[in-house]
């Protein structure tokens, strides 16, 4: 049996947005005020951003104005300098700050699902006191951040309660705080703590839309758990991890607040990732290096489109094999 296929050429994008506006003008005019908020306070410093990535701008150059008297701007245009040599520069930080920042983002983000996977499981099963194990995993996420941090400051310590502990066991007592390698398990323990609430509730609510149908067909067919886990479960929840799964490697690339709060400016530069790599070229030395922060963020912010488009490509692919 053949299909008709419509073969008329779609109109062109101005003739479907004046089509658009002239059917539904009243929606565009709900969203115009949020276009021009988001367009203040996003579009004009990000075009502000690319455009300081191509100049030698610093805290020396920029206009300024101190009294009644106003120094005016004498940063010059360099192209693409500031990436060539961020890329390939004799300082050489870029990199490490690169590999390091994508260590991070993989071990946190999965670290972080397979344990909230396990505790939306559990959480999914008729338990006594089920409810207050919820009030306390989702915790973490009730605290304000910078509360969170400052306690995991003080916890790890090198007399706080983790190298108290360690040392009643007998251990070693790493200084989680200004030793390289033990900064970075710190870092990622401590990310990971904050990160599991948000996505254990995520997951607990994907489980709970599966149809209990599912199981029941399946434990007649003789499935065990583990086969009702990876056959049922799994595949159940692939839209709510595909999309939470995204979310936490844009969170955890950026994750600022982690780095900073927890180690600040003080013997901590192999611990950093690359957001808080250009607050440093920004804030941390002198001259402050405006346009070389810039194109980091840039670099960043790059690289996550990169990733994004990629990522539902890769999905996108699964999918078809799926239906297929």
């Not at 990522?311 to 692919?317: H, N, S």
């Amino acid at each position: 049996m053949s299909v008709a296929v419509d073969q008329r050429p779609r109109p062109g994008l101005l003739k479907r947005i004046k089509y658009s506006y002239d059917r539904y003008w009243y929606a565009w005019a709900m969203c115009l005020p949020v276009v021009a908020v988001l367009g203040l306070i996003v579009g004009y410093p990000l075009v502000q951003g690319i455009y300081l990535t191509f100049t030698d701008a610093n805290s020396l150059n920029v206009g300024r104005t101190i009294g009644v008297n106003h120094i005016p701007d004498t940063y010059k245009w360099v192209g693409l300098k500031n990436y060539i040599d961020i890329l390939s520069g004799p300082d050489n930080q870029f990199w490490p700050h690169f590999v390091w920042t994508i260590v991070w983002t993989v071990l946190c983000v999965g670290i972080s699902y397979c344990i909230a996977l396990g505790l939306a499981v559990m959480l999914n099963r008729k338990l006594v006191g089920r409810t207050v194990y919820r009030m306390l995993l989702i915790l973490p996420w009730a605290v304000p951040t910078f509360v969170t941090l400052f306690s995991w400051r003080l916890i790890l310590a090198d007399d706080g309660a983790v190298n108290q502990l360690l040392h009643l066991l007998g251990l070693g007592q790493p200084s989680w705080l200004s030793d390289p390698f033990a900064q970075k398990v710190a870092a990622i323990g401590v990310n990971i703590w904050c990160s599991i609430p948000f996505l254990m509730i995520s997951l607990l609510g994907g489980l709970q839309a599966i149809p209990s149908e599912l199981y029941e067909a399946a434990e007649m067919d003789g499935a065990s758990n583990w086969q009702r886990f990876w056959n049922v479960t799994l595949p159940g929840l692939r839209p709510v991890s595909s999309t939470v799964i995204l979310l936490g490697v844009i969170w955890t690339f950026n994750q600022f607040n982690v780095i900073y709060l927890l180690f600040g400016n003080v013997n901590s530069d192999s611990v950093q990732i690359l957001v808080t790599y250009a607050y440093q070229l920004f804030f941390g030395q002198q001259p402050q290096d405006y346009a070389g922060s810039a194109a980091v963020g840039m670099l960043c912010l790059s690289l996550l489109v990169v990733f994004t488009q990629l990522y539902r490509r890769w999905l996108k692919r699964n999918d078809e094999g799926v239906l297929a």
